[in-house]
């Protein structure tokens, strides 16, 4: 080849050649530790922008100072040294949604743990999102069933509330959720459990409770555990809801469990502390209310015009010493529909779940409580408050009137109704006909160690003899005159047998 070939065939390279100027924003790290790290250069990063550090590893730009830029990283933040370059992404953080994930375990950035492969998923949606406004929403008016008499009796859910589970350690809360779970098996309704800074065997056993009681077929469970570095427990639950919004936005029913805020909270206090951000009472940073509120404000009841989907919340909250007024509990309590309070006093006499009436409220429910279970339960709140209050009057006075031995001895035998072991949540129509019987003194010759044992023989006869009626109840979801005067007579038969 002569000298004029290798001219003319470069020449025809360089005509070929197409080159593209690209700009992007590159920083270096110049401090690292703890999962957080100092980035300088990020001239134009935004808040909450997902930065990619290499090798896989990305961060959250989280605060944005005048010469640093501060973020959590995600994954191993030892293999980030100082030095390593940083470029700005122009995402936002998201997380895979869809039904793909259904009956998946995965982590706070939703890639699966359970070891069965990879998940196929329909979409992406960002972690943090603007909560539904007004407009788009309509007043809750369904019920979300638990299936724990106690609760779907007098602090009854309803489909887009947001309800709080709140008490000491070891008194029945996750319990309370799980049955949740398990009850919504045949409702369409499909359950997020979020676990936030909990042990990964505790983890591994719920997990195995949900897939043993077919659960699991409807539900998502997202881990951020103990073992989790603090910024994936921040994470989890926002992940978790915004899996929970694809099934809302599809027009279908959501139910959310975070177990739990007060985790959630020391996590996003570690996170603020190392990222020198200032600190306030109890050393929370000031906008420790503002994680809470803009997550749990996400659940909603959409319009029709928006789909008619729901997003319900079960939010958690651990008690310290039975003290609901610290930081965290009342700010909680505040943003919620109402609480599910669970006192270990209860708890140890063996009355479980150990709801204190008096302080649980459902502030949305009541609309969503069908006229069956609310014409039953209409004054079953008011004698258990009175009979707790008679009860402890009574252990100072031999002599009682034979009004008030009578409201004692009815408020035992309610009590022994409203128990229920773990894992075996009531159908609807049953908590109606057995609370309805208690109510209406069928139960006030039976002893009080002997209810239990009534109750399921009389349910049992019931389903036997009078199946027809406890499809009506279902159906027409009221108690008429005519169903009362059918069950008085099958319940007076079942006495007489």
């Given amino acids: 080849m002569n000298k004029l070939d290798i001219i003319s065939k470069i020449e025809q390279d360089i005509k070929g050649l197409k080159l593209t100027a690209t700009s992007q924003n590159v920083g270096v790290v110049n401090e690292v530790g703890d999962g957080v790290a100092k980035i300088e250069g990020l001239s134009d990063v935004q808040s909450s922008e997902l930065l990619d550090f290499g090798s896989n590893i990305f961060g959250l730009a989280l605060n944005l100072e005048q010469y640093n830029v501060g973020a959590v990283i995600f994954g191993d933040f030892t293999k980030v040294k100082e030095g390593t370059q940083v470029k700005t992404t122009g995402r936002v953080l998201e997380v895979p949604v869809g039904e793909g994930l259904v009956g998946r375990v995965v982590n706070a950035l939703g890639e699966p743990i359970d070891g069965k492969g990879f998940i196929k998923s329909q979409d992406n949606y960002p972690v943090e999102k603007i909560a539904p406004g007004v407009i788009t929403r309509q007043s809750v008016n369904t019920p979300l069933q638990t299936g724990i ?113 007060s985790k959630h909270a020391t996590a996003y206090r570690q996170m603020s502390l190392l990222l020198r951000r200032p600190s306030g009472r109890e050393a929370y940073p000031g906008d420790v209310f503002y994680i809470h509120s803009r997550l749990l404000e996400r659940a909603a009841k959409l319009n029709v015009d928006f789909g008619g989907g729901s997003l319900t919340a079960l939010p958690i909250i651990e008690t310290q010493a039975n003290d609901i007024s610290a930081y965290i509990p009342t700010n909680v309590i505040s943003i919620t529909d109402g609480q599910i309070y669970l006192e270990p006093d209860l708890f140890f006499a063996g009355v479980r779940p150990a709801l204190n009436v008096g302080i649980s409220v459902s502030r949305v429910g009541g609309a969503a409580q069908t006229k069956a279970m609310k014409s039953v339960a209409a004054t079953l709140k008011l004698d258990l408050a009175q009979f707790r209050e008679l009860q402890a009057f009574a252990q100072f006075s031999a002599d009682l009137d034979p009004q008030t031995k009578a409201q004692i001895e009815r408020g035992r035998r309610i009590t022994e109704v409203l128990k229920q072991p773990p894992y075996s949540p009531v159908r609807l129509e049953e908590q109606i006909v057995a609370l309805w019987a208690v109510t209406q003194g069928f139960m006030d010759e039976v002893e009080v160690e002997r209810v239990k044992e009534f109750e399921q023989k009389y349910i049992a006869y019931l389903k036997l003899r009078e199946k027809k009626l406890l499809g009506e109840i279902i159906s027409k979801k009221e108690l008429d005159q005519k169903m009362v005067k059918e069950l008085e007579k099958a319940t007076k038969s079942f006495r007489g047998g």
């Fill in 149 to 261: 008499k106690a609760i779907d009796a007098l602090i009854p859910i309803g489909r887009g509330q947001r309800e709080l589970i709140i008490g000491d350690r070891n008194t029945g809360k996750t319990t309370i959720a799980i049955d949740t779970i398990i009850n919504q098996k045949d409702s369409g309704v499909i359950c997020i459990y979020v676990a936030v800074g909990q042990k990964t065997s505790k983890i591994a056993q719920l997990v195995a409770k949900l897939e043993e009681t077919g659960a699991m077929d409807h539900t998502i469970v997202v881990v951020a555990s103990a073992a989790d570095s603090a910024t994936l427990q921040y994470l989890a639950p926002y992940a978790g809801c915004a899996m929970g919004e694809y099934f809302m936005a599809e027009g279908k029913d959501a139910l959310i469990i975070y177990d739990d805020l």
